[in-house]
């Protein structure tokens, strides 16, 4: 929201924009508070590598297969 008033010319901060929303009861459309709670549903997988002693580089490689959906709507470009 500062980068788009700010482009058409609005010269104000982020404290500016957050006292106003909260003023004009507005939210963003971030994700709530419950982002960290674990689903019951969900497969709990095992640390394979919990009793692994790593004595030497290229031992244990790994990877990160965390997926961000792209979003259709954008705030600023």
Known sequence: ???YLNR??????RK???LLMARMGL???APGPRTSRSQP???VYPYLLRDLVI?????VWTTDIT?????VR???E
Do not use: D, F, K
């Open 41 to 43: 549903e969900h497969t």
């Open 27 to 29: 939210v963003g459309l």
């Open 8 to 13: 058409l010319g609005y010269a104000m901060n």
């Open 16 to 18: 500016r924009i957050q």
């Open 67 to 71: 997926y961000g959906a792209p979003s």
């Open 1 to 3: 929201m500062t980068v």
């Open 74 to 76: 954008r705030c600023h």
């Open 55 to 59: 004595a030497r580089p290229n031992h």
